[in-house]
């Protein structure tokens, strides 16, 4: 679905933010992009719309040259979410707002009106289709921030850091949501710090440092091995810790567990099968 | 595109320019910018201008400058055709050649004092001068706020971009309209962030003692007098020569058209 091929960026010619990424992401992957600031994450992510163009190297989206094509045909296929959904909003109604790309990117009205009203209930916005995006608190707005960019049903969708400022519970609403998307086809892809969300609902992590791939593959796998963890300056999530102190006390019990069930099994296992 | 701003905002660096008082350089850049108003000519304009780039040079800022000006060669290529077109003087061309280098000349003599100040001495040499601590520190953080908003107005373009907006296609009234977009976010956004930044300064204590003492005072010294009197020199004689000398002829010099 997108190919980067030994990609290199550099923003004024100076400071370099890529240097060399190569990565595959196949239709329907369910992929979290992580590391420190500055590694290049949202770099990386803004070449898969073609906000920047690489300056050596390609980037293939759907089978296309990413050079061949527009900023706005690249987002009919690629919908970026923003961290700050303030960088966006502008009109005076949350269905104004998500009309706008709608019609930018060139739905047809009938179209355009269906798509809203279908985005607003997913989201469960309608109570809000006729406020200003700017009287809604944070996490509202960053909901209906999203709301624009789902509305133009893109084939993949990439969210930078779209946990941040909201709630456990919106956060399980967006990972549901997330997951449906996948189940339909879609291709999902998070740049993200949030070391519990990749757990729970990534199989697949790329880890980034200095412009470079340091890992790339499944998500346990790559947030087990301790070398990447400090080069991204990621915390091992409590969850491995555990299991880790469970391994050195309980050699059978593996030290490589990631989900909750994994370690209820274990401690259950140990403790003879007794629930 | 915005890149001529760049002349405009603050770098560090070690050398003489910066370590004048900022008293004395906003003396220099006020002569400096009232000289290129005095004159509408292409030679004495020239002349300034060439004056200045020993300035930057001794800034180190020199190559900084002259990207800017790249950045600046459209507006400037703008402004001459216009001006070619629809002005009504003898020698059209000339005259907008004159008025580019004019422009040239006032940004340059601004940035030598913008890019060699920082915002909190800018301050401080307010406050010296007797401006209220209020204001010295409202235009401090306007200046400190540039770079901030330029990053802002970039993203903000970006998302944008990306929600179908295209930026550098279509008929002029089309482009117009695309900055609405741009423009509407930028506001909400300094709006949102003023706000929090008053609240963050209230809630440390902004404004609780009537008076401030400063921990660094700008003193002048002997290369700040000698700046300054260099300057109001320059002044008096420029507006001298303005009001009652005749050029000579060469400086009087116009293109034929």
Known sequence: MIMIEDVHFAYDGIYTALQGVSLQIEKGECVAIMGTNGAGKTTLVKHMNGLLRPQHGRVIVDGADAKNLSIAELSRIVGLVWQNPDHQLFLDSVRKEIEFGLKNLGFTPEETDAQCTQTLKNLGLEGLAERSPFALSGGERKRVALATVLATEPQVLALDEPTIGQDAQQKELLARMLMDLNDRGRTVIVVTHDIEFVIEHFPRTIAMAEGRIVADGSTSSVLSNEDVLERCSLTLPQLTVAARALHKAFPQVSERLTLLSELEDAVSGILGGTQ | MMSFLEVFQYTRQDSAVHNLDPRSKMMLAFTL????????NIIPLMIILMAMLPLLAAAKSLRRWARSMKGMSYLLLFIIIFNTLLSTVSNPFSHSIALAIRLLALMTSFSIFFL??????????????????????????AMRYVPTLGQEAYAIMDAQK???????????????????????????????????????????GFGASENRTYMELLRFRRRDWAVLFVSILLLVGSIYTRLFVTLPIWMLFQLPF
């Open chain 2, 162 to 204: 990306a929600r179908g907006v295209e930026l550098d296609k279509g008929n002029v009234l089309k482009r117009i309209r695309n900055i609405v977009p741009i423009i509407v976010p930028l506001i909400i956004v300094s709006i949102r962030r003023a706000l929090s930044v008053a609240e963050s300064m209230e809630s440390r």
């Open chain 2, 116 to 141: 060699t100040v920082h915002p909190d001495q800018l301050a401080q040499a307010l406050i010296q001068m007797r401006v209220r601590f209020e204001f010295a520190f409202a235009m401090s953080m």
């Open chain 2, 33 to 40: 910018a009232v000289i290129s108003l005095l004159f509408l």
